[in-house]
């Protein structure tokens, strides 16, 4: 069992940036890939970013690329998205999830495990 805690979220403007953590429980947090998804009012819940369970690989929507960096500590059982250059189109609830798979997994059917959730809000 692992459980997912997300925290960082708030309300920042257009061009800042905000670092979303999410804290896991269970000595198993380093055998778990990582993800992080988001849902905007209205729409379906989408694919963020991906970390391996080493932290070597990482994948990132396009929407996100190079404004967005997943990483991890495994020692601290933390994954963090740190979100820069934050767009209006950005707001949404973020969620983290734990997937066990050696591969990069954006289906978010395919994730075990899911935080409750942290609001994102870009202000214009």
């Known amino acids: 069992q692992v459980q997912l805690v997300e925290s960082g979220g708030g309300l920042v403007q257009a061009g800042g940036s905000l670092r979303l953590s999410c804290a896991a429980s269970?000595?198993?947090?380093?055998?778990?890939?990582m993800g992080w998804f988001r849902q905007a009012p209205g729409k379906e819940r989408e694919f963020v970013a991906y970390i391996s369970w080493s932290g070597s690989n990482t994948y990132y929507a396009d929407s996100v690329k190079g404004r967005f960096t997943i990483s991890r500590d495994n020692a601290k059982n933390t994954v963090f998205l740190q979100m820069n250059s934050l767009k209006t189109e950005d707001t949404a609830v973020y969620y983290c999830a734990a997937v066990a798979r050696l591969r990069v997994e954006v289906r978010e059917k395919e994730y075990d495990y899911w935080g409750q959730g942290t609001q994102v809000t870009v202000s214009s």
């Open positions: 269970g000595r198993t947090f380093s055998s778990y890939a």
